[in-house]
């Protein structure tokens, strides 16, 4: 059997003590009671993002959960296993709402975060939003083919889930290749042997020591808000040490930018890191040191065609340097890195995500850099929560 195949069976399990969780919560609540959440934003901008409530803070849930906004009208939520209650808020520059928590039906969502993995496409593992799809190389393309290291972006002209069709048209006769846009969006990002749309190495000695494919996953949330995966990466070796990476992604709806959680167990001491882009030639670069971030407007991997340009962009809030480092060939400049050190034993957050040009809130460099900027505030401020009977 196919490594990556058995590495899906622990979503089962997940999702068991996830229902376990919210059962135990929710049968010792008395019929009727009802909690409220306000939620606040802090920034001088409008926010469109997920609200985080702890389980802890709220006790007892009902059996049948509905979440209703400030107008009444019931809306998605979503239980993780990290015991956290999210849903989508929808607020101005330093507003506050009023959501109600009850005994209910809960709102129907369509899918919109949605994953894939395709032993056919040698072991692709792919995930997506209603912004961009994206793609993780696997244990059988290594074997197959390599020399690809970091993430790969894929466009998207509509909002609703495309990866799917684009891999089965991609493997059909005739083949549609998902390489042309053929209305709905298409892969046009070069990754080769870089770090790709956004990966994260050990950098000892600016030498970036780069890992090749996941080796097995867990998907530990499956919508409809979030997706988290649990990549577990194949090991390299560091000073006669074996260091496996254990990568945790995870992406939100509506949102522009995937969260990683990574750790190298093994590290016994601290290791300078490299979180970065590859800077293909004809890109733009805006190096943003004192958001600990960068921007890119990449050409596409075929600059000629009007193709739009491919918005790219990383945040790394523990970063002590952002900076270009020139690595030209035949396609790139080099790539725009933020470097940061890894402790032992303790885990390394940054975020990296996508936009287009074709789409309307990101047309130009300029309005990806303001989403950029925007991130950084958010992670640096997030929403005020408090909860009351």
Avoid at 116 to 126: E, Y
Avoid at 283 to 291: G, I, S, T, V, Y
Avoid at 308 to 323: K, Q, T
């Amino acid at each position: 059997m196919n490594d990556a195949k058995i590495a899906i069976f622990p979503i089962f399990a997940t999702m068991k003590k996830i229902l376990c969780l919210f059962a135990m919560l929710g049968c010792i609540l008395a019929a009727g009671a009802q909690l409220r959440v306000k939620v606040t934003n802090p920034s001088a901008f409008g926010r469109q993002e997920l609200a985080e409530v702890s389980l802890d803070s709220l006790g007892a849930l009902p059996d049948k959960l509905s979440i209703s906004d400030s107008s009444g009208k019931a809306i998605v939520w979503q239980l993780t296993r990290s015991g956290k209650l999210i849903f989508p808020v929808d607020l101005a520059a330093g507003a506050s709402e009023e959501f109600t928590i009850a005994e209910g039906q809960a709102a129907e969502a369509a899918p919109e975060i949605v994953w894939t993995m395709r032993p056919d496409r040698l072991d692709d593992f792919a995930w997506e939003n209603r912004h961009a799809g994206y793609r993780l190389y696997g244990p059988a393309f290594k074997r197959e083919e390599g020399g690809v290291y970091g993430y790969d972006i894929w466009c998207k002209r509509v909002p609703e889930p495309v990866l799917k069709t684009f891999y089965d048209g991609n493997a059909a006769t005739p083949q549609i290749s998902y390489h042309e846009d053929h209305g709905r969006g298409f892969d046009g990002f070069a990754v080769g042997p870089t770090l790709g749309a956004g990966a994260f190495v050990l950098a000892p000695g600016d030498t970036l020591l780069y890992q090749e494919c996941y080796r097995d996953f867990e998907v530990v949330d499956c919508g409809p808000l979030r997706l988290t995966v649990r990549f577990t990466i194949d090991p390299l070796e560091r000073d006669g040490r074996e260091l496996t990476e254990v990568r945790t992604l995870s992406l939100d709806a509506g949102s522009h930018f995937n969260r990683v959680v990574t750790e190298y167990r093994g590290l016994e001491s601290p290791c300078p890191t490299a979180a970065g882009i590859v800077v293909h030639k004809g890109a733009d670069l805006r190096l943003m040191p004192e958001q600990k971030a960068i921007a890119v407007a990449d050409p596409t991997d075929r600059p000629g065609e009007e193709r739009g340009r491919i918005f790219i962009g990383l945040i790394y809030p523990e970063a002590d340097s952002v900076r270009m480092r020139v690595e030209k060939s035949w396609n790139t400049e080099g790539q725009a890195i933020a470097s940061g050190i890894a402790q032992p034993g303790q885990p390394s957050e940054y975020y990296w995500g996508s936009g287009w040009s074709v789409r309307d809130d990101c047309p130009d460099l300029d309005a990806w850099q303001l989403i950029v900027e925007r991130q950084v505030e958010a992670i640096g401020n997030p929403l005020k929560i408090s909860v009351a009977r």
